[in-house]
């Protein structure tokens, strides 16, 4: 199966500042890959699919990059609602997968 | 408005059986692929499974040999999750979700424990 590995674990950020999120695929799942943001007690939301396409009302300091086996998400300038865990997951191959996530805190 | 709503979620023994219910409303259930999710406490998403639009085709994480299976009636907006042979590490909030892959649609879980 296709391991999705998410770094950093945790990224603390300041209100305001930039995220940078890594996910990398142990293979190459071209640009099959989504992002998730999940907050406490509440199903996931997606905002990235197909590696670079903003999910509908997500706004544009949200972005997605990447394919193969690299990919991005960057939050521009932090709002307090972005404060959450964000997955990356695959879809290119089966069984479908998930990274372990990385949880953005604030500083 | 699309709406998923999960039920059926309990406390079991190692061992037991469960089925969870999803009932969708709000969208033409029988033309999407449903899918069902997990999370353990604490944890990460899992991805459990899909199920195509007319039942046809089905899709599992490699892990659960066979244990669990999923179906749908479409007839009654609805697609299911059968579990047996339930282990403590089966415990976790199963989310159904619209679609194979992504999900933009999800419900809001339902928490089955399977404790010793």
């Known amino acids: 199966e296709v391991v999705m590995t998410q770094s950093p674990a945790t990224l603390s950020v300041s209100p305001g500042e930039r995220a940078t999120l890594s996910c990398r695929a142990s293979?190459?799942?071209?640009?099959?890959l989504a992002w998730y943001q999940q907050k406490p007690g509440q199903a996931p939301s997606l905002l990235i699919y197909?590696?670079?396409t903003r999910a509908t009302g997500i706004p544009a300091r949200v972005s997605g990059s990447g394919s193969g086996t690299e990919f991005t998400l960057t939050i521009s300038s932090l709002q307090s609602e972005d404060f959450a865990v964000f997955y990356c997951?695959?879809?290119?191959?089966?069984?479908?997968?998930f990274g372990g996530g990385t949880k953005v805190e604030i500083k | 408005e699309v709406q998923l709503v999960e039920s059926g979620g309990d406390l079991v023994q190692p061992g037991g059986s469960l089925r969870l219910s999803c009932v969708a409303s709000?969208?033409?259930?029988?033309?999407?692929?449903m899918s069902w999710v997990r999370q353990a406490p604490g944890k990460g998403l899992e991805w459990v499974g899909g199920?195509?639009?007319?039942?046809?085709?089905?899709y599992y994480m490699d892990s659960l040999k066979g244990r669990f299976t999923i179906s749908r009636d479409n007839a009654k907006n609805s697609v299911y999750l059968q579990m047996s042979s339930l282990r403590v590490e089966d415990t976790a909030v199963y989310y159904c979700?619209?679609?194979?892959?992504?999900?933009?649609?999800w419900g809001k879980g339902t928490t089955v424990t399977v404790f010793s």
């Open positions: 709000g969208f033409s259930f029988s033309i999407y692929w």
């Open positions: 199920i195509k639009k007319d039942g046809s085709e089905k």
């Open positions: 979700a619209r679609g194979i892959y992504p999900w933009s649609y």
């Open positions: 197909n590696a670079s």
């Open positions: 293979q190459s799942v071209i640009t099959s």
């Open positions: 997951q695959q879809y290119n191959a089966w069984p479908l997968t």
